[in-house]
Structure formats: structure tokens, C-alpha cells
């Protein structure tokens, strides 16, 4: 079994102890862009766990996407901007073998299957379009992705 912090569209929001404490303790955190120069700073200390792609708010410096193998779930973590809609999503995770995409940019939370790809938008950890601001936890066990929403309210 391994776990995943996985968030996006900080926008310069801070990261509280608390929320680095819960990150440091998972297996992995995915960052779906916008905000990564802020992440890449704040969790230093967690860089070998950190998998991280720039959004459309970032600089060119960072990767657009990755593909990341956890147990035996492949995924992979873009920010969105640059997809249609999630169709488009689902044909690049094809294309890279990935069973989940983890995704951001719209700044809504969302967990939907198409045509056998998992596609999970943590939706913003800084402000969102429904209200409910948080980050997605994910648990994986085999090629079984058990993902929930958590709303970080006036926590960060």
C-alpha cells in the first residue's frame, strides 16, 4: 500500500505546517501546477518524494507532464491547461500506458472513469470555482486507486 498528497493551483497560497506534516508522511506528492516554484521551496526537504509539473501560471523551466509507476498503477500528472477537455486527457494517458491522470487548472474537484483512464482534478488548494478548496488524497493497493476528496478550509 503507498499514498499520494496530490494538489495543485497553490497561487502563492501558504502551505501550513500542518499540511507539510501530512505530505512528509505520504509515499508520494503529486503537484499538478500553478503555484510549483512556491512547492518546490517549501517541501526541499521532501524533494525525493516531490513529482511536480508546471502549470499554465509557471515557467517553461519546469516539465509539462510525468509518468509516475506506484504499485502497479501508472500515472500521470499534467496540469490541463493544455488539453481540450477530458477526452483529450484520456487519448495522452493511452498514448503513455497510464491507468490515472491527476490534473488541475480548473480549479474544481472531480474523480470520473472514460474508456477505462481514471482522471482525478484535486481541484485548487488556493481558491475554488465550487467553494471547497483542498487536495485529493490517494491510496493505492495493487492496481486499486482509493481517492478522496479532503477540504482544507481554513487550515492551510
Excluded at 503555484?35 to 516539465?63: M, Q, R, W
Excluded at 474508456?115 to 482534478?121: A, E, K, Q, S, T
Aim: overall charge negative; aromatic content about 14%.
Amino acid at each position: 500500500m503507498k499514498t499520494i498528497f496530490c494538489f495543485s493551483d497553490l497561487h502563492n497560497a501558504a502551505i501550513s505546517e500542518w499540511y507539510r506534516g501530512v505530505m512528509e508522511e505520504s509515499d508520494y506528492i503529486f503537484f499538478a501546477g500553478d503555484g510549483i516554484f512556491g512547492v518546490t521551496h517549501t517541501l526541499e526537504n521532501v524533494a525525493d518524494k516531490l513529482y511536480a509539473v508546471g502549470g499554465n501560471c509557471d515557467n517553461s523551466l519546469y516539465p509539462e507532464e510525468l509518468v509516475v509507476d506506484v504499485e502497479k498503477v501508472r500515472f500521470l500528472i499534467v496540469h490541463g491547461h493544455r488539453f481540450h477537455d477530458k477526452l483529450d486527457l484520456v487519448y495522452r494517458a493511452k498514448e503513455v500506458g497510464a491507468d490515472c491522470v491527476c490534473f488541475g487548472h480548473t480549479h474544481s474537484y472531480s474523480d470520473e472513469t472514460y474508456d477505462g483512464v481514471r482522471l482525478i482534478n484535486d481541484g485548487s488548494f488556493s481558491h475554488s470555482v465550487t467553494g471547497d478548496v483542498g487536495y485529493v488524497y490517494i491510496v493505492v493497493e495493487g492496481k486499486n486507486i482509493f481517492a478522496n476528496f479532503v477540504k482544507t478550509g481554513d487550515f492551510r
